[in-house]
Nanobody, 115 residues
Framework: QVQLVESGGGLVQAGGSLRLSCAAS????????MGWYRQAPGKQRDLVAT???????NYADSVKGRFTISRDNGKNTVYLQMNSLKPEDTAVYYC?????????WGQGTQVTVSS
């Protein structure tokens, strides 16, 4: 059973930065891709960023140039560096991991950006 544990969320002022971490139980190399999604109250869960096993990255237009996804295979961890945060970035952020047969989700971490 795969476990994904997010950390690093919190309250920050607009313009500030946070770094989210997602620690996986076991090697992240087995995942085809890992990513971050977010869900604001009353809204659907949306893609924020993904990174493949080969290191290719993809970002939502709303975060391009501000957020950076990375992975540390040695630590079995994926990160999301978030800079120049805006109030509209406020949401619960979820880590995801995808294998050829199944996907996994973490429990989520709250990010709140005050204006």
């Amino acid at each position: 059973q795969v476990q994904l544990v997010e950390s690093g969320g919190g309250l920050v002022q607009a313009g500030g930065s946070l770094r989210l971490s997602c620690a996986a139980s076991g090697s992240v190399r087995r995942f085809n891709a890992m990513g971050w999604y977010r869900q604001a109250p009353g809204k659907q869960r949306d893609l924020v960023a993904t990174i493949t096993s080969g290191g290719s990255t993809n970002y939502a237009d709303s975060v391009k140039g501000r957020f950076t996804i990375s992975r540390d295979n040695g630590k079995n961890t994926v990160y999301l560096q978030m800079n120049s945060l805006k109030p509209e970035d406020t949401a619960v952020y979820y880590c995801s991991a995808l294998t050829p047969s199944i996907g996994y989700w973490g429990q989520g971490t709250q990010v709140t950006v005050s204006s």
